[in-house]
Structures are given as structure tokens and as C-alpha cells.
């Protein structure tokens, strides 16, 4: 089957599928509306207006996004965050990538006062910098999977590993967040979402990683790698971030995701429903 | 009165205990005149400001404290020895980097402990890696640019 490979909201996709010309605009305008909307790494996007001068961002994704938020917020009792856009900043991952750590920066606690959604949109009542990072690529696959609904056959729209799949069984690695030319598993997705979030990549010293904690301002350090199975990539996406925190088993199984998480000293967890298999010393 | 009188060694145990949150100096010699310090400020035990008028029996005294991090609950134990009003000798144990042990018995997780093993991508026939995302262009440039700077 025909692979397309590009890359955008910095990353690599790979969508697999029988697309034509019109399929691969519909993807491409969506990507496009939805980075100028929600990327913080963009100096004309809605969100960095946001980060500057507040007011409202108009989108059909907020709601679904902060309603998401909400549910992580409160799971993880506010380790997610959507403000931790200064807090990224703080530790230097900024728009323009100075990568120069200063002193951490906890996100406010009392995002919810800050930020009001609808179904049209979003409003901040002051500057606020937000980051969709624990869950936009998974919305973001889901948008991109739904305008190639009328795509026949197999599909695969893999965002740079957090993919969503239809129709055949697609085998996919676990890849060992220490070593890239390993795997710690195998899981077969039909007609599901799978996301990873893990700390190797995206790092820029000693560290320094982009899984926040929000409460703190600080990179998280018990968990290196994360992965969550579920019907919509948003979800499962979310719930790969909430697994670097207490609370965020609790909202997986809520949610109906299952998952897989590993320590930085190399133990891992899954959750009681996870089906695929794992690599380890009592397998 | 311990306050006035840390050496520096004490000052950085004090950083560690308050990151315990709770610094309760338990005497062993029985009922020590050991301040009781509840406060939850990071450096609260390295404060100067006290006057120096207390007094303290010499001896060891041992606290054990525990704090929530984001992502564990941590142990801590300090053992401090006190010699003619001043601490002699400071110890701290506990390992602040241990997983969050007591999330094993939560009924939402499967799999207690299991270790990795990790196996050859070019072993296993898969058509999908998932892991971190994929970094693009500027991030890696960035990284590299650092990397660069950091070795001249």
C-alpha cells in the first residue's frame, strides 16, 4: 500500500492508504488549520496571541481538548496542565528553541478561572500560554483519520508513533525508551488508536524533557516511557501523558484505555486488559 | 539551639529534610528537649534569624519523614549527632528516586515489577514503532547546536 510521508507539527507522518490527490489536500488543510489555531511554536498562531494578549481563540477543537483537560486535571490532581506553556518556556523548549533551562516554573493551579470553552471556541481572560502537548497530536490524528473516512480499505495515519489504524491488524513495537533499536513489546491494533509519550526524545540536557509536571514546573523522573491503547487517538494520548502521575491509571480505566508504562529502572506495568505482549524477565 | 550553630554540613541535610516537609527530631535518649521544627518551608531547619538560647542534650537523634512528590511517596530518615550544643555528624538515608511502591496494589494495575527486556527491532517482524514522537528539524538542529557549544 502506498506510504505518504511528510513532516508537520514537528514531527514525521506516515499515512498508509489508498489516497488520491483530493484526500491528501483535505489532510494537509487540516493540518494547516489546526497548527495555526493550537501551535505554540508558531509566531502567528491563535494560541500564541493567547500567550500574549488573551482574549479568544475560535475552534471546534477546544471544547473537546480542555473538556479532555478537565478530566486529566483533576485525575492527576493538576499535574496536566493546559497553561504549562510558560513552564515549557521556563525550561527553555520555547518557539524558538533556546533550550536554555532557567529556574522552573509551576503552571497556575487555577487554570480553569483563566480559561472558559465552548462549543465554538476558547476565551482567556488574561494572557495565557497554552500548551496542548499531552493530547493535541492525538486530536490532531483523529481529525486527519476522520477526513479520510471515505478512503476504502486499510488506513494508517501515524503521527510520528501515535497512530490510529482501520481495517487490518497493523504489529507494532514498543520501542525501549533507552534504546531505539529495541522494542519492550509487540501489540496488534485493529480499528484502534495507539499513543506513546516517553523522555529520551525531546530532551535537551541533563534532565531536561518535556513531560512537565505541571505543579512544579518540573520534568517528571519516576516513569521514561508511556503507551495507551483505546478507540480515539485524543484519548489515548491523554492517558499516555496522565501515566507519568499518580491518578492516571484510575482515568485510563474510566476511560475504557488500556496501557503500558515503564520506570526509568526498567520495570514496567500494564494495565489488567492490556492484550499485547511484553518483553520481560517474567513474561 | 540547633539554628544557631549548623555548620555547613547540617545546611545541606537541611535542604533534604525540608523537602520532607515534616522535621520531627526524635531524641533517643529518651524525652530530648529537641525543638520540634513542623514547618514546611524548603530551608525552614537552615534559618539564622532564632536566637541562640536554647540548649540541646548531646546525643543522636534520629527523624523520619515522608512527602509526596508528583509522582511518589518518599522516605526519608536523618541522623543527627550532637556534641557540646553542636551537630557533630549528619546522616541521611532513603532513596529518593524509588518508584511509587504502594501504586502496585492499586486494582488498576496489572504486571508488579516486572523487569525489561528489551528485543531487537530487526527481530521482530513489525510494520509500527511507537514510542516518544519523532522530532523534526528545528528541535534536533537546536539540540545539536547546544551540544556544539557545550564541547568548545
Known sequence: MAIWRFDAIGTRWEIEGDLDGSDRSAVSEVIERFDREWSRFRDDSAVTRLGSVGGVLESADAAPMLDAYAALSSATAGAVNPLVGASLEALGYDAAYTLAAGAALAAPAAWSEVVAWNHQGLTASAPALIDVGALGKGRLVDLVFSALARVPGDLVVDAGGDMRVRGSSVRTALEHPFDATKAIGVVELQDAALCGSAINRRAWGDGLHHVLDARTGRPVRTWAATWALGAQAMRADAIATALFFDGGPALAADWGVEWVRMATDGKVERSAGWTGQLFTTRP | ?152
Open chain 2, 1 to 152: 539551639m540547633i539554628r544557631t550553630n549548623v555548620p555547613q554540613s547540617v545546611r545541606t541535610a537541611s535542604a533534604l529534610v525540608g523537602v520532607a516537609g515534616l522535621f520531627v527530631l526524635a531524641g533517643c535518649s529518651g524525652a530530648a528537649d529537641a525543638e520540634t521544627d513542623k514547618g514546611a518551608g524548603t530551608d525552614s531547619s537552615s534559618s539564622s534569624s532564632d536566637s541562640g538560647s536554647g540548649t540541646y542534650a548531646d546525643g543522636t537523634y534520629t527523624a523520619d519523614g515522608s512527602y509526596q512528590t508528583p509522582e511518589t511517596v518518599e522516605s526519608i530518615s536523618v541522623t543527627l549527632t550532637l556534641a557540646d550544643g553542636k551537630v557533630t555528624d549528619v546522616e541521611v538515608t532513603g532513596d529518593p528516586q524509588a518508584p511509587e511502591t504502594e501504586e502496585y496494589q492499586s486494582k488498576f494495575i496489572d504486571g508488579i515489577a516486572d523487569e525489561v527486556v528489551g528485543v531487537a527491532l530487526d527481530d521482530l517482524k513489525v510494520s509500527r514503532v511507537s514510542g516518544s514522537s519523532l522530532t523534526s528539524g528545528g528541535f534536533n538542529a537546536a539540540v545539536e547546536s547546544i551540544k556544539e557549544q557545550a564541547a568548545s
